[in-house]
């Protein structure tokens, strides 16, 4: 009887951790990120913490060295009129389709100097892919 407990014991056991591990992966996974219009009221008190923060790069904003691979621009609100802005240092490589005017998420922390230091930036695909309308003629139809 002794073995078949220990067997019972270590089952639970092992259930548990796959339980946690599942668990830890899937909260550290599902971190949001905030709009800057989210941001922006709150950025005083999340200074120094770790978050994301999605918006537009502005245009005519962007500073890139591609010798030390510093990267320097301005994330605004999606809505191009909107004021709400903050300014982004990051370092590392230029992600492919980073442009101004382009969606982006940035994942870092906001410092006390009023500059989001960005360790992460991902650029989102633009939306705008669509088939280009072709005039009907007599051999389309």
Sequence with gaps: MERKHRFLVGGVLLSVAIAFLIY?????TSV?????AEFMPQREDLTDESVRVAGRVRNGTIQW???????AFVLGDFDQAATNSVPVKYR???????????????EGKYTDAGVFQAHTVLTSCPSKYEAEDKPQTASNQ
Excluded: Q
Aim: glycine share 6%.
């Design 32 to 36: 949001y990120y905030l709009t800057i």
């Design 24 to 28: 830890s992966a899937a909260s550290s």
């Design 65 to 71: 060295d591609a010798k030390t691979l510093d990267l």
């Design 92 to 106: 590392g490589l230029l992600p492919d389709m980073f442009a101004e005017g382009r969606d982006v998420i940035v």
